[in-house]
């Protein structure tokens, strides 16, 4: 006689067990494949593209400059160091007409450049000061295939905007409180997706922040305090060591949180207490960098045991890393170009390029894509073995922001002067 009990525990897990490990599969962060109406052949949607990494799907066209392989340059209106984003067959940006003290959204044809819209998000409230690297608008764009996300320093606030894609507001939400006194140097974090969120972070000396909305209604979803210490990072989302982890650097510390509630994962000491750069990661290790007051690089177990790895004394400060084939690539804010073992940090080269550097790099067609802030281009190799420059190309004379590359074209804005006057322009290379 079958004994029923063993039976009964079988035939319960089976019906019950999709629904008991539910929450681990959703969980489980996809990227843009949570997201339908996007594609991360042809879209970069949000701040580092579709791989939330700077890795590019595809390649992109390694002799380039301000004639050369340009299927259209546009005028871009204001002044922001936002990155274009790029879904369909629309390309979004923010800036600031800092006179008139107007922030705005704006939209670019993907195929002509033609400016398609412009929405006024907010006016007025401007900071008496900030940093002479940073704008009013240096928050990129994020966007699910149906709307837009954009953020705002103004009024001693920060606000988030939803947009549709024609520029229609939808909702317009208070995120939290910034408004810094010790250092005035603006705000620059992007708002970041995680499947029905947007997540927005907030980081000076009082009430430090991060908080999702819904990004239908823009209900509050969750909020977290941060360590109250002015920091400029991007949060990132991976699936690292087994779940979803939301990371950040700032405040003297890499920190991991659950994505889906806010709540704390664990902590490292280290990096600085200013970073603007976004976390990476290989395997279970995430590598960060700052800052202010010291300079340092740090790689974490990102396993919850707070483990460093490895650390040194260069600085990535204001741009990204990018890891690609167990090997960590650094452009430091001199223009000194490092390659590291990311399994342990042992220095594979060193190579003097020229900085300063605030431009964050793309890996697309089996080359890495890193901007210097005077404009130069420098396409090279990952190889840990020497450098291997393929490419050095000069587009306009003031680069900040980050390139987009998808669908095999790279999108960029830089600035140059024309009569005497900064102007910035959107670039579609191919």
Known sequence: MINASP?????????????????????????????PQLSAENDWPWWRGPQRNGIAVGKAPIQFGDSQNVKWKVPVPGRGHSSPIVVGNKIFLTSADEAQQIHAALCFDRTTGK????????????????HAKNTEATPSVACDGERLFVTFYHHEQVQATALDLNGKKLWQKFVGDFHPQRYEYGYAPSPILYQNTVIIAGEWEKTSFLAAFDRASGAEVWR??????????????????????????????IASYDPATGKPLWTAAGCAAATCGTIVWDGDIVFASGGYPQSETIAV????????????????????????????????????????RASDGQEMWKQRLKGPVSSSPVLAGGHIYWANELGTHYVFKPNPER???????????????SPAICGGQMFHRTAMQVGGKRQEFLFCLE
């Open 7 to 35: 039976l009964r525990s079988i035939l319960l897990f089976l019906l019950l067990g999709p629904f008991a490990m539910g929450s681990v599969a959703f969980a489980q962060e996809k990227g843009v494949a949570d997201f």
């Open 115 to 130: 400016q398609l819209w412009q929405t006024e998000i907010s006016r007025g409230g401007f900071p008496d000061d900030n």
């Open 387 to 401: 450098l291997e420059i393929v490419a050095e190309n000069q587009l306009g004379r003031d680069s900040f922001a």
């Open 224 to 253: 977290t305090k941060r360590p109250s210490s002015i920091s400029f990072s991007t949060p990132v989302i991976g699936h690292i060591a087994g779940k979803d982890q939301l990371l950040l650097s700032g405040s003297q510390q």
């Open 301 to 340: 177990k990102a396993d919850g045991s707070g483990q460093v790895v490895w650390k040194n004394n260069q600085k990535c400060y204001e741009q990204s890393m990018i890891t690609t084939g167990g090997h960590l690539y650094a452009l430091t804010d001199n223009g000194i170009l490092f390659c590291w």
